[in-house]
């Protein structure tokens, strides 16, 4: 089946750590996005790709880095700098730059 | 950037009645409007959506209308079943991207049986 997985589906942080969130597609989609969702907020964009080897900064970047190293990966790595990452994230690839696929994210918590 | 306001926030209908949701919208550059519904636990899906050059597009018993002037667009969920409870997201966007597609706060919707 084509979609796109996100892995894992929890993921504890304890204080100081850097965490890596995975999200693979198998869509054949050139850009990849990254979004943070709180709880009563909508979706806020963290990073995104449009193309291997290349990602921009979206509205939430501060302590969150990605790579692009392969059209069908990019990795959101949460750093110790992130000082409230409790949060659910979502990975999404886009067809024609509009229409979004999500995956069904990682719950995120501190220890 | 663009501002996109969605009401309300939670709404409880019975089954079998419609369901309204509305979004406004700042960004009178804006031309692209999809919904999205999300499911516990699971990601956003798109469902539908409009571009501005059309004022009201339809798929079953689901429907949204765009009012350029006002800058505001609703979702109509007609004959609404139990499976229609989620979260609804609109969105807006400025074009050229999703990168430039800017999100609501959502309205959990409940259908009771």
């Known amino acids: 089946d084509g979609g796109i997985t996100q892995s894992p589906k929890y993921l504890f942080r304890k204080e100081g750590q850097n965490v890596t969130l995975s999200c693979e597609q198998n869509?054949?989609?050139?850009?990849m996005y990254w979004y943070r969702q709180d709880p009563g907020q909508g979706l806020r964009l963290i990073y995104y790709?449009?193309?291997?080897?290349?990602?921009q900064k979206g509205d939430i970047a501060e302590g969150y880095s990605v790579s692009r190293e392969k059209k069908e990966s990019f990795p959101l790595t949460v750093t110790s700098a992130q000082k409230n990452p409790t949060a659910f994230y979502l990975c999404?690839?886009?067809?024609?730059?509009?229409?979004?696929?999500f995956g069904s994210g990682t719950q995120l918590s501190v220890l | 950037g663009e501002n996109v306001e969605q009401h309300p926030s939670t709404l409880s209908v019975q089954e079998g009645d419609s369901a309204v949701i509305k979004c406004t919208y700042s960004?009178?550059?804006?031309?692209?409007f999809p919904w999205y519904k999300q499911e516990l636990g699971k990601g956003p899906q798109l469902i539908i959506d409009?571009?501005?050059?059309?004022g009201e597009k339809k798929d079953q018993r689901i429907a949204v209308t765009l009012n350029k002037t006002a800058k505001h667009f609703s979702l109509h969920i007609t004959e609404t079943q139990p499976e229609d409870s989620a979260v609804y997201f609109c969105?807006?966007?400025?074009?050229?991207?999703?990168?430039?597609?800017?999100f609501g706060t959502g309205t959990r919707l409940t259908v009771i049986p």
């Open positions: 999404a690839s886009s067809i024609r730059r509009e229409k979004l696929f």
């Open positions: 409009i571009r501005s050059n059309v």
């Open positions: 790709s449009q193309i291997v080897n290349d990602f």
């Open positions: 869509l054949n989609h050139d850009a």
């Open positions: 969105a807006a966007s400025l074009g050229a991207g999703a990168n430039n597609l800017f």
């Open positions: 960004d009178s550059a804006s031309n692209y």
